[in-house]
């Protein structure tokens, strides 16, 4: 069974960074992944995400401020996060698929069948 695992969350300050990644049990070549978010309260959303072509898409919320890139022979997928507002706040999961995610599509969670657990980002202002 494939499994996700994130790491690299914390407590940062209003206008800091922080670097999320990923790690897959499986090499990755093949897999289009993505980074969603959740806040208390809220819907799971759509951050970022990237198919096996290394066409990219991101939320309108967090254009030009999160870059996301995978290494596959280390298996990792990233989410630099820069800039980071309060509104940021919210426990980050990785997903993947296997196979293609039509760009269209890179931002439905429906798409994805395998996730991890999640890593929680706090921004104080």
């Known amino acids: 069974q494939v499994q996700l695992r994130e790491s690299g969350g914390g407590s940062v300050q209003a206008g800091g960074s922080l670097r999320l990644s990923c790690v897959v049990s499986?090499?990755?070549?093949?897999?289009?992944m993505s980074w969603f978010r959740q806040a208390p309260g809220k819907e799971r959303e759509a951050v970022a995400a990237?198919?096996?072509?290394?066409?990219?898409k991101y939320a309108d919320s967090v254009k030009g401020r999160f870059t996301i890139s995978r290494d596959n022979a280390k298996k990792t997928l990233y989410l630099q996060m820069d800039s980071l507002k309060p509104e940021d706040t919210a426990m980050y999961y990785c997903?993947?698929?296997?196979?293609?995610?039509?760009?269209?599509?890179?931002?439905?969670?429906?798409?994805?069948?395998?996730w991890g657990q999640g890593t929680q980002v706090t921004v104080s202002s």
């Open positions: 997903a993947a698929v296997s196979g293609r995610v039509r760009p269209e599509r890179l931002l439905f969670r429906s798409d994805y069948n395998l």
């Open positions: 499986t090499y990755t070549n093949f897999y289009s």
């Open positions: 990237m198919n096996i072509e290394y066409i990219t």
